[in-house]
């Protein structure tokens, strides 16, 4: 059975060290050591379902402009270079998606838990 965008963006999440899957504002966050690395939105920027990451300096505007039909600046944390990205996109590249999960992670952690990462 094929998993849903959720699943799979949870999945990715996880699979970090320490990381942590807590409800808030109805939807799921992901967390390291309570701090928020990304969190889903069920139906928010248009209607639709999307995850929001923190991400490097510069990489918002990069990836709105690349692909602005899979990313968008959220409201309330875009201002702060957090990045949007469409769950129903029809094409989303998931290995991209996983590394910039792993991006925002990286931006978050404590720097012993990211050198787990390698």
Known sequence: ????????????C?????ATEKEAWGDPTWRVRDRIFVMQ???YE????????KAADGAQGML???KPDTFF????????GWVGVYL????IDWKELEALVEEA???IAPKRLVAKLG
């Open 64 to 66: 709105v402009e690349m």
């Open 1 to 12: 059975m094929k998993k849903s965008p959720v699943e799979r963006l949870r999945a990715i």
């Open 88 to 91: 129903d996109a029809k094409k």
């Open 14 to 18: 996880l699979a970090l060290p320490e």
């Open 46 to 53: 248009g209607g639709r379902p999307s995850a929001w990451f």
């Open 105 to 107: 992670y990286r931006l």
């Open 73 to 80: 600046v959220p409201p309330y944390v875009g201002h702060k």
């Open 41 to 43: 939105k069920g139906n």
